[in-house]
């Protein structure tokens, strides 16, 4: 089995590398799926998120208001540190469980926007960094995901820097380009990603 970590600032297009790495065979663990999933209502991630920022970041029908909980932590650092100390354990867990059920052989790529932010590099056999300029990220934030220019700034700089996402790659993905220019370079890393798993 290889373990490779995939991520990549907020805009950067990691989702679409993470999904045309599924589409070529790879296993596939989401941490940000698995973050949802992890807060639903039910669950005792849910409850203690909750506890520690108050009921009304549930909407009516009782699930997570994810956008509300993101204006609080990505505008307060203690507030981001307390709400990671509740779900990174849990998102832990369940990723340890993916993982244990994949088959032998396999290339797993963990799909973690936080890697670098967190020391995770280690974990991994290669590290897979989606890079695109800060510009262009906040072009996209503000043009396909609705958000103002300083909701984007503020989420873009609660991550870590390019320089320090470019610092932990064994392997970087330009995506400043087209679709066309970035398939093309997951093509090449998945070459290479199955070269290594076999060898």
Do not use: C
Not at 46 to 71: H, Q
Not at 79 to 99: T, Y
Not at 169 to 186: C, E, P
């Amino acid at each position: 089995m290889l373990k490779v970590g995939l991520t990549g600032g907020i805009g950067s297009g990691k989702s679409e590398v993470s999904a045309r790495l599924d589409e070529r065979g790879a296993v596939v663990i989401d941490a940000d799926k698995i973050a949802r999933e992890v807060v639903e209502p039910g669950t005792p991630g849910l409850a203690a998120v909750v506890a520690e920022f108050g009921a009304d970041v549930l909407l009516p029908s009782g699930a997570l208001d994810r956008e509300k909980v993101g204006k609080i932590v990505f505008a307060d650092p203690e507030r981001l540190a307390a709400l990671n100390a509740i779900v990174h354990p849990l998102v832990g867990e369940r990723m340890q469980e993916l993982m244990d059920a994949a088959p032998a052989g396999a290339v797993v790529v963990y799909d973690v926007p936080l890697l670098a932010e967190n020391g995770l590099a280690p974990m991994y056999d290669e590290v897979v960094v989606v890079d695109a300029p800060e510009e262009t990220q906040l072009d996209r934030l503000t043009s396909r995901r609705g958000m103002t220019e300083e909701d984007a700034r503020a989420r873009m700089a609660a991550q870590a820097s390019r320089e320090e996402r470019r610092a932990v790659a064994t392997h970087l993905i330009d995506n400043s380009g087209t679709l066309d220019d970035l398939r093309t370079q997951v093509d090449a890393l998945w070459d290479a990603l199955t070269r290594r798993a076999a060898s």
